[in-house]
């Protein structure tokens, strides 16, 4: 059973641009969750989906961040008009249930130009 | 005040010392409890989740104390592997399973 499975590992954005991360969870896992950690902090919870809902999005950045989890394909985080300040490791973690262990994947880490 | 804040390490022990970590949480609400690890800022994977009796795994054992809102780690015996940042974690029932992070604790086992 393969784990979580995230793409690109790495993105290099220049200010201005939109960076797409993707999230595969688990097979048999219907709720992902992604998280963020900037350089030096902890992770920190941004949103939790379930197919085709978002559940919890209270702690995505109001503008220029979104999400979803489409029926067919991965989740995706999608930043747009990136600034420095949004490089970090993103983290999609998934689980059958909402009160299951949650298993993370390798992360995506986005550096911003 | 943090949701979940951890001893700010970081710790530096030699092989076969015991080491302990120590974590708060703010809400009372919080429902689950689990003790991550993360290597070099990789993703975290699970340790170990933590019950109000106590709970051992080889040589880890994690404590919980609801009434100080207190959650605790020790290991024992301690091997160079140990190396990493420890993550105290927990989540709250009406929470929708979020995760809630405190820093993290690193830990460095010397020869």
């Known amino acids: 059973n393969a784990g979580v499975m995230q793409n690109p590992r790495h993105l290099v954005r220049r200010r201005g641009q939109e960076a797409r991360l993707r999230c595969s969870p688990m097979k048999g896992h219907s709720h992902v969750y992604w998280y963020r950690q900037l350089p030096e902090e902890g992770l920190k919870f941004m949103v939790y989906l379930q197919k085709e809902n978002i559940i919890d999005e209270s702690g995505m950045p109001k503008e220029r961040f979104s999400a979803e989890f489409p029926k067919e394909g991965p989740s995706i985080l999608r930043i747009q008009q990136v600034v420095r300040g949004d490089s970090a490791a993103y983290f999609c973690?998934?689980?059958?249930?909402?009160?299951?262990?949650?298993?993370f994947g390798p992360g995506t880490r986005l550096t911003v130009l | 005040r943090k949701e979940v804040e951890q001893d700010p390490g970081p710790f530096n022990v030699p092989e076969g010392a015991t080491v302990a970590f120590n974590c708060t949480y703010s809400?009372?609400?919080?429902?689950?409890f689990f003790w991550y690890r993360q290597d070099c800022r990789k993703e975290p994977k699970l340790l170990m989740s933590?019950?109000?009796s106590g709970n051992e795994d080889g040589r880890f054992t994690a404590q919980l104390n609801r009434a100080s809102q207190y959650i605790s780690l020790l290991i024992r015996d301690s091997k160079l592997s140990d190396s990493a940042t420890y993550l105290c974690?927990?989540?709250?029932?009406?929470?929708?399973?979020?995760?809630?992070f405190g820093q993290g604790t690193e830990l460095s086992v010397k020869p």
């Open positions: 974690v927990v989540a709250g029932y009406n929470q929708g399973g979020k995760l809630i």
């Open positions: 973690a998934s689980s059958p249930g909402d009160q299951d262990t949650q298993y």
């Open positions: 933590v019950y109000s």
């Open positions: 809400n009372s609400a919080s429902q689950s």
